[in-house]
Structures are given as structure tokens and as C-alpha cells.
């Protein structure tokens, strides 16, 4: 059986439509581990998980268990896949669309108890056409909420939301997240719907940072601190211990009275995939990546957006880059019905370029598009697709995706 996960299927969906009591049903991990985020209820930072998923022969039964749950005889392993749990509330769409760049596929989640489309439920399906998700199943979560005539109401809804999408034949698959009913006709049509792409392992290695981590826990002893955590997903290539990798664009200093960025180098320790540890890894799945870098450098997501790889080697890094606009019709995630606008001299964009977010003042505007100066600068090739989203009452909207172009 592999370690390292094959596939990454990210979970989106309104507020509180179940995404993390589906991934517990179908990893055993509860995603929401944040003390936020256990307070509140809701996911806040985004959540990955690992499942192995199986086959029984004998009853064609599909299920997360190495032995059928129906028959108990032993079940022939599949794959191995990753669940990227994104946060569904509309003041964090920035983290759902950082990362939606990790995804290969996703399950979008709409409750059989609410009426559909649901704002968010509308800008997640947007958002994934405008990242270029091509393959997405909806689950029709809390059927066991409702009665058979309100889920077919329902699933009317969704296919009438579906409509004139480029997921208009999406297959719909009703669940309860909750009592795990259902969940082997999901994994079924994952299979089906949902195969592992070819992977470039033979390219320079891209690892598309999501999250860092200090795991040091308080009071330990001085000679036992370990060195930070990156968490993420690799694009391509490989990567193995004792590799020295470079973070770009790295960490802020402060340089005769000017703020710079420098990238930082650190060597790999240690790596983790599917729960356990590694001496190499490859393309596909979510991993961690053990340095050597000072704890204090990677707390709190402080590195998350960032892109590793070998030095010298790596997209270049963008404190202003001018981009091709496509603009949709409509706002999308607002309940107003609103127009969206051409875009002004002078505003502030929120722009996602692969799992970093950052704020763009657009500071020209010509025909080869529109040049904005970055609060944050980002790591990414040229041509690189950005969503833009613009600031609406008190939330950033999506409005529409860039070109970077030079």
C-alpha cells in the first residue's frame, strides 16, 4: 500500500453543509483543530486529511476499511487520496481560493435542509470554474434531515443551479455525513469520476506551500526543539531528505530603513505523507516537510503562500506584475443581484496567484493590461492565472481572473 496520497479533493461548499463531518466520516480526522475553530464551530484555516480507499470483491462493496464492513472478508486496497478541507464562511473566501490551487478535483457539498444555491454555495462553484477544477461531484449532504419529497426538492434545485455550468452533468450523490450513510456510493463514483493524472516527476520540484507550523510545545527543553514544518501539496518533481530547498519570496527584513524580502534556504530533515514518514516524496497528495528553519519563522501559517524548490531554481518573485482581466457578469457570493464593474485607477484588488493571497493597488491601467503594485509580493511563473476579487459592503467578492503577463 502507498504511503503518499495520489490525488488531492478538496471538500467546498457553504458555511456549515458538513465538509469537515464528511472528511471525518471518510478519514477519521477531525480537520477543525484550531482553538477558533472548535469555539466557534466553523473551519477557519484550511484542513487536510488522508484516506486509503478499498474494494470487496465479493459484495462490490466500497469502503474506507481494509476488511468489507458488510462481509468482514479483507478488501483490495485502491488508492490513497487527500481531503483539503476549505473553510466555507464568506469573510474567508482568500484561504478557500489559496486553497483550491491544491486541488485536483473537488466535492462540493450542498445540504438537503437549506434551499440551494446558498451565496457561497455559488461563489465555491465559481470559483473552481475560474481555477480550472474540471472534474466535481456534489454531495447532497443531511438527507437524513429531510423528508424523500424535500431531498427530491432539493435535488431539483441543485440541478437547476448546476444549469448552463460547465458541471451541468456533475453526478449528485446523497449522503448523511453524519451517520456515514451512503458514503460507499460516494467513494464509488469518486473512482469513477475522479482518476489520478499523470504527474511530472521528472521536472524541477514545485512545493505550493498552504501552511507552517511551529510544533514545539511550551516549555521544552532547549536541546530538543525541532525545526519548523511546511505544509503543502508538490506540484512536480520530487523531493528527499538532506535536500537544500529555497522559500521564495521568503520573509521580510528590514534594510537601510527599507522593507525587503529575502528568500530563506534551509535543508530538509525529514518528511511526512499519508501519516508516515518518508525518504523521498512525489507529485500528488499533502505533505510535511520538516527544516531546519528557527520555529518562530513558521508559526501561525507565517510562511504559507510561499513556494519551495531547489535554489536557484524557481519562479521568479513578483512585487508588481502587470495582468490580462477577465471580468464576469455578476458578482458572485453577494445576495444583491449586482453588475460588476470595470476596475478603477487607484483600487485594491485581493488577488490569489497559486496558495498565496495578497492585496494588488492598481496603480496603471493600458492596453496591456493592468499593472498592480502588491502589498505582499508573490512567487509564480509568467502566464500564471490570478483571481481577483474586490472589496463589496464589508467582504471582498469574487469578481472575475488575471493573466500575469509581465
Known sequence: MKAQSEFNIGLVGHVDHGKTTLVKALSGKWTDTHSEEIKRGITIRLGYADASFYHCKKCDFFTVKDKCTKCKVKAEFLRKVSFVDAPGHESLMAT?????????????????????????????????????????????????????????????????????????????????????????ILIRTIQAEFPTPKRDDKKTPILLIARSFDTNKPGILLDSITGGVLGGSLRQGHLKVGDDIELRPGRIMTEKNQRVWKPIKTKVIGLM??????????????????????????????????????????????????????????????????VVEPIKLGEPLMLNVNSAATVGVVVDMGRKGILCRLKLPICAEKESRVTISRRIGDRFRLIGYGIIKE
Open 273 to 338: 505523507t499519508g501519516g508516515e514518514g518518508s525518504k523521498d516524496i512525489g507529485p500528488g497528495g499533502s505533505v510535511g516537510v520538516m527544516t531546519q528553519l528557527d520555529p518562530s519563522i513558521v508559526k501561525s501559517d507565517n510562511l504559507a503562500g510561499n513556494i519551495a524548490g531547489i535554489p536557484g531554481k524557481l519562479p521568479p518573485v513578483w512585487d508588481r506584475f502587470r495582468m490580462e482581466s477577465h471580468l464576469l457578469e455578476r458578482v458572485v457570493g453577494s445576495k444583491e443581484d449586482l
Open 96 to 184: 478557500m481560493l489559496s486553497g483550491a490551487t491544491l486541488m485536483d478535483a473537488a466535492l462540493l457539498l450542498i445540504a438537503a435542509n437549506e434551499y440551494c444555491p446558498q451565496p457561497q454555495t455559488r461563489e465555491h462553484l465559481m470559483a473552481l470554474q475560474i481555477i480550472g477544477i474540471k472534474k466535481v461531484i456534489v454531495v447532497q449532504n443531511k438527507i437524513d434531515t429531510v423528508t424523500k419529497e424535500e431531498a427530491m426538492q432539493n435535488h431539483k434545485e441543485i440541478k437547476k443551479f448546476l444549469k448552463g455550468t460547465q458541471y451541468e452533468k456533475a453526478s449528485i450523490i446523497p449522503v448523511s455525513a453524519q451517520h456515514s450513510a451512503n458514503l460507499d
